[in-house]
């Protein structure tokens, strides 16, 4: 495993935290140890905080408000993620601060809670927090830290949704409900939760008699300080929640990291955007923008009358129309005060942002309502939100000393019965790969089998014919045969060895028997493993003929066709057709996951000439591949697979030929003017683009993003 086993991510962490914290000096990390509890010498993990001094002073230009959510590990040892996250002015997320913990209690969330509001919100701010009703949420929110300022609670009404649905088990209770805490008037707010209670039963009438008592926690319409901003759900949290399904079962060092890089990567990306929109002069990010353009819509249809000139109090008419909802509302007399930013709708209030009726009375006031719109949700901000930078923090072989004390995991959390979570079912069960792009997308980015690796590897010539005619042969008469092919067992059985007396026209027929195993075997095997197929015969009658023929690219075009069509199989069974041995090999040498140890070769054959010497796959002659247990091995190469950095790919294996113990055959090179070829690929019916593009850094070159667009329509995969 590429970050060791989990018994040492525990012992790795303070050296982890030690070093990022040396190039990075304003992170903040501590831990809590299990009180009294030691094992061999050694004290026990308890739990460990830390947040980043770069998503600090973000924050500063975020809106007042964070979700807080947690998630539990599926790795050996049982345990708990915390994560406390924002949103910038165009709703991206925010990771603020993690903890890893036992489990979700009163104690862990006060914990946790506490060093957000320290280390991460700062004493003066007030700070509204979006969550769940957990108990220990419930307790952590209303703690009283002396010289901070109080947080503001509002509960996710999704979550409240679900516990509805629980009680009367109506579905459409669950959306009727949400759309009554998203009303912003309480006229309507009224309207929406007397039709809730009609729908429900005696229990849920029941249920919602006891949040009557906190209006202010669920509902926009009572929610005096508008903490909420534009955020009716803990949806923050538990969207970075999905970005950690494959993180969590891995040593606690790798989630650290996971934390690490993954901000590293959004810095860099939304810095370059939010630059983008600030270079074209734009003043608001995109965002806030829409839904200034929507609100100048609506306000054509505005009638104002001014009241007062000298505070901006004007008296505007909505016409009344149906809305997004279906519903048929009537003409609505609403008063805006520009001076103060308030409309009776009440949307300035809970969104913080203008609505059409301060644009029409801005409007017919001639007022620059922009001016008007909070600092978080221009440019200028986002700009700055985005323009810290993070340092790495080494080859770990440079780590700065640490001489602190490593703790070890407590044994008694770790798992008794592997059966009693299946975790399994976290994990998408879903291929990496896309038939959109013909790619692997993985968390850094695109990589691709190109017409490069399928060379080195397997010494195909690319230059050449394209291996196409007709897909089916004559019928013919014989035992073992198929209309698509014939069996492979009929095959070895009937070619198995070649007579020793046998003459040209019968040594013809055995070669081309043993290529046709070798097509269904190795080079083109579809998903069921047991057929040769016909069409190969066509290519193989005349041999002068058969070398002239583009073999590399076809054995590629063939590989994207089965990958993509077993990406959308659903069975249990199915399984993958195409040069498994040359994907193999590409990940081999460019992922370091499932990578096997490389043992001393076999020696080459003496006196070969250059054409027979072995290709870059000779590498890989002898290897000690690492075991897992088989009720675990998808699950632990996919967690590791979620885990990789771009800078522990091997982008460009083939560098340094001069360097290789051994001669390569002159063909691993021979059509080096081809690789990066944007071109379809040709295998009879399969027809498969070719996208070196999306994957430059494969070729040592800079990744342009976004790649022009290339269309690999359904249509070639019918």
């Known amino acids: 495993m590429i970050y060791g086993d989990w018994e040492s991510g525990y012992e790795q962490l303070p050296v982890l935290f030690n070093a990022i914290k040396a190039v990075n000096p304003g992170m903040h990390y501590e831990y809590i140890l299990k009180p009294n509890a030691w094992k061999d010498g050694r004290q026990i993990f308890g739990r460990a905080f830390w947040c980043f001094p770069q998503s600090v002073e973000v924050f500063r230009h975020c809106c007042p408000v964070f979700s807080i959510d947690g998630t539990f590990l599926i790795s050996k040892y049982r345990g708990t993620l915390l994560i406390a996250i924002s949103c910038d002015a165009n709703n991206m997320l925010v990771p603020l601060a993690f903890a890893l913990v036992e489990r979700e209690n009163n104690d862990s969330w006060g914990w946790f809670l506490r060093l957000v509001r320290i280390h991460v919100v700062g004493p003066s701010r007030e700070v509204g927090v979006i969550s769940d009703r957990h108990q220990g949420i419930l307790h952590a929110v209303q703690e009283q830290i002396e010289g901070y300022a109080p947080l503001h609670h509002r509960w996710c009404t999704r979550h409240l949704a679900e516990n509805l649905l629980r009680k009367d088990g109506v579905k459409d209770n669950f959306d009727l409900f949400q759309v009554a805490a998203r009303q912003l008037e309480d006229y309507y707010f009224q309207r929406k939760l007397e039709q809730v209670r009609t729908a429900t039963n005696a229990e849920g009438r029941q249920w919602l008699a006891g949040l009557m008592r906190d209006l202010d926690k669920w509902t926009r319409s009572h929610d005096a300080g508008g903490w909420r901003y534009e955020f009716q759900c803990s949806n923050m949290a538990e969207s970075f929640n999905k970005l950690l399904l494959g993180i969590r079962g891995m040593p606690v060092n790798a989630i650290v990291e996971f934390t690490f890089y993954r901000l590293v990567a959004w810095f860099n990306e939304r810095h370059a955007k939010t630059e983008a929109l600030q270079i074209a002069g734009e003043r608001l990010a995109e965002k806030p923008k ?13 009638e104002v009358q001014c009241f007062d000139l000298g505070s901006g109090t004007y008296q505007v008419e909505r016409r009344g129309g149906t809305t997004s909802d279906g519903e048929i509302r009537e003409s609505r007399i609403h008063v805006v005060v520009l001076r103060d930013f308030k409309c009776t709708c009440g949307r300035p209030r809970q969104y913080h942002f203008v609505c059409s009726h301060l644009v029409a009375a801005a409007r017919h006031r001639d007022f620059d309502i922009e001016s008007m719109i909070p600092h978080e949700f221009s440019v200028d901000t986002l700009v700055r939100t985005w323009s810290l930078r993070f340092v790495p923090f080494w080859d770990p072989r440079e780590w700065p000393p640490y001489d602190g004390p490593k703790y070890v995991v407590d044994p008694t959390y770790r798992w008794n019965k592997r059966g009693t979570r299946k975790r399994t079912s976290n994990i998408p069960a879903k291929c990496r790969w896309r038939p959109e792009t013909h790619s692997f997308h993985l968390p850094f980015g695109e990589m691709m089998v190109t017409l490069q690796d399928c060379q080195k590897m397997l010494g195909l010539s690319i230059r050449g014919w394209a291996v196409t005619g007709p897909c089916v042969s004559e019928e ?4 073992g045969t198929r209309t698509s092919g014939v069996l492979i067992s009929w095959l070895r059985e009937h070619f198995g060895q070649c007579p020793q007396d046998a003459d040209a026209e019968t040594v013809g027929h055995y070669g081309r028997a043993w290529i046709l195993h070798l097509f269904a075997c190795v080079l083109f095997p579809d998903a069921t493993g047991d057929t040769a197929s016909w069409m190969w015969i066509h290519c193989l009658t005349d041999w002068h003929q058969a070398r002239l023929y583009s073999w590399g690219s076809a054995v590629l075009c063939f590989l994207y066709r089965q990958l993509c069509e077993a990406c959308r199989r659903t069975a249990g069974s199915a399984s993958v057709g195409g040069c498994v041995y040359l994907l193999q090999l590409w990940m081999w040498a460019h992922l370091p996951v499932g990578r096997p140890e490389i043992m001393p070769r076999r020696p080459w054959f003496p ?8 290709t870059w796959a000779y590498i890989w002659d002898q290897v000690k591949v690492s075991h897992t247990r088989l009720d675990r091995a998808y699950l632990d190469y996919i967690n590791e697979i979620d885990a990789l950095t771009a800078h522990s790919v091997n982008w460009q294996p083939y560098q340094g030929e001069d360097a290789l113990p051994f001669t390569l ?10 690789y990066r070829m944007k071109c379809p690929l040709i295998c009879f019916y399969a027809i498969e683009y070719h996208l070196p593009d999306r994957v430059a850094r494969q070729f040592g070159m800079r990744q342009i993003w976004p790649p022009p667009a290339t269309s690999t329509s359904v249509e070639l995969h019918k």
Request: include cysteine; aromatic fraction near 2%.
């Open 290 to 302: 829409r839904h200034l353009i929507i609100a100048n819509e609506r306000a054509s249809t505005h």
């Open 476 to 479: 013919v008469d014989e035992q």
């Open 607 to 614: 006196g070969e000439m250059p054409r027979r010497q072995p």
């Open 665 to 674: 055959s002159f063909v691993c090179g021979l059509d080096e003017d081809l």
